[in-house]
């Protein structure tokens, strides 16, 4: 098999790989919210079903990265030099950042979460997190929509 058709179709499947990820995440989230006020151990089971989201995520980033570098050298760089990649680019690093804030949302979450469903108390009100949430998945599906956009079209 040729090698920029390997790197191609691993590029792709690690940008499947996340896009896919986000998109569960995002449903599991939805179904969160609706089973939280009722039954907050099945709350937590969904929480816990999608704990290694991040894991996963991160393993399609790396898989889009090394192949990314391999496309990359394999055109001695001509993609850089164009508008769409530029614009691919910045679309990733959205992404990241975007990703850094959705796991900092996590983090501020979990405690209140692990509290709720053993049956503690909580003195916190979820709902502005359960819509900083929701924006977080939104943003990272746009921005996911938009790197797909540009890889198909490659708009000058």
Not at 131 to 156: A, R, W
Request: glycine share 8%.
């Amino acid at each position: 098999m040729n090698m920029y058709l390997l790197s191609l179709l691993v590029h792709i499947t690690g940008l499947t790989m996340m896009a896919g990820l986000v998109l569960a995440g995002f449903l599991a989230n939805r179904r969160f919210w609706q089973v939280y006020q009722q039954d907050r151990m099945k709350a937590a089971a969904i929480i816990d079903l999608t704990s290694r989201f991040p894991m996963m995520m991160g393993i399609g980033f790396l898989l889009l990265l090394l192949s990314g570098t391999s496309l990359m050298a394999m055109v001695h760089g001509t993609y850089g030099e164009q508008l769409w990649f530029r614009v691919k680019m910045l679309l990733v690093l959205l992404l990241v950042l975007n990703g850094f804030n959705g796991r900092r949302l996590g983090m501020k979450m979990k405690p209140h979460l692990l509290a709720s469903a053993s049956g503690q108390e909580i003195h916190t009100d979820l709902a502005p997190m359960k819509g900083k949430v929701t924006l977080f998945y939104v943003v990272q599906l746009l921005l996911l929509l938009s790197v797909f956009i540009c890889g198909v079209f490659k708009f000058s």
